[in-house]
């Protein structure tokens, strides 16, 4: 039961904490009304909570039950958006519903490397065009990179990602700091930000 504790851990300590500011940039460089977002590994709602206010209609997934059960309890009918949540996995080839903001932060590296190709391409593929992409990706020097089940990116693999996308932002930070649920971690990520073409 390890993977259950870190994760009530990691639900405790994330809920009702503010949005990634990767969200926040997107939902910035956003010119349109709200309209449909999905919230990839969504947690325990930080970023769904923010687009729900924001009056976007919001598809949360993520594997965890809890985790979407926790995303219920803090969703109430006074946001202006409207909430849908999908319980699957990334490696799941389910197709996903077509959205005009797709979010993934802290996420996408906890996708099977051997899915993540066909992951990206269905994520690809649901972002209509014009559709902004949030989220996040861990570079080689990340202390997870050597985890087996850790998709890793380097600066180069990411230019040729987006290559066809217009590139709004990719940040990369390298630092020491703590994980969500305290513990001590040398962080290499990329932040992008980028728009469909």
């Given at each position: 039961m390890?993977?259950?504790?870190?994760?009530?851990?990691?639900?405790?300590?994330?809920?009702?904490?503010?949005?990634?500011?990767?969200?926040?940039?997107?939902?910035?460089?956003w010119c349109g009304p709200?309209?449909?977002?999905?919230d990839l590994g969504c947690g325990a709602g930080r970023d769904s909570l923010a687009l729900l206010r924001a009056g976007w209609e919001v598809v949360a997934l993520d594997?965890?039950?809890d985790a979407l059960d926790a995303l219920c309890v803090q969703?109430?009918?006074?946001?202006?958006?409207t909430l849908t949540t999908l319980c699957q996995p990334f490696e799941d080839n389910t197709p996903l519903p077509a959205v005009d903001l797709a979010n993934a932060s802290f996420a996408?590296?906890?996708?099977?490397?051997?899915?993540?190709?066909?992951?990206w391409a269905r994520i690809t593929e649901c972002l209509n065009k014009g559709g902004l992409f949030a989220g996040h990706f861990f570079?080689?020097?990340?202390?997870?990179?050597?985890?087996?089940?850790?998709?890793?990116?380097?600066?180069?693999?990411?230019l040729r990602q987006f290559e066809s996308?217009?590139?709004?932002?990719?940040?990369?930070?390298?630092?020491?700091?703590k994980t969500a649920i305290g513990r001590s971690k040398h962080w290499h990520l990329f932040e992008v930000i980028a728009r469909r073409s």
């Open positions: 390890p993977g259950t504790v870190l994760m009530d851990r990691f639900l405790d300590a994330t809920k009702g904490a503010p949005e990634h500011p990767s969200l926040r940039k997107a939902l910035d460089l709200a309209s449909k977002a999905l594997q965890s039950v969703a109430d009918s006074s946001m202006a958006g996408l590296p906890f996708c099977k490397p051997e899915a993540f190709t066909d992951c570079g080689p020097r990340d202390s997870w990179a050597a985890k087996d089940h850790t998709t890793i990116h380097s600066h180069e693999q990411l996308w217009a590139l709004l932002e990719l940040n990369e930070f390298e630092f020491d700091g």
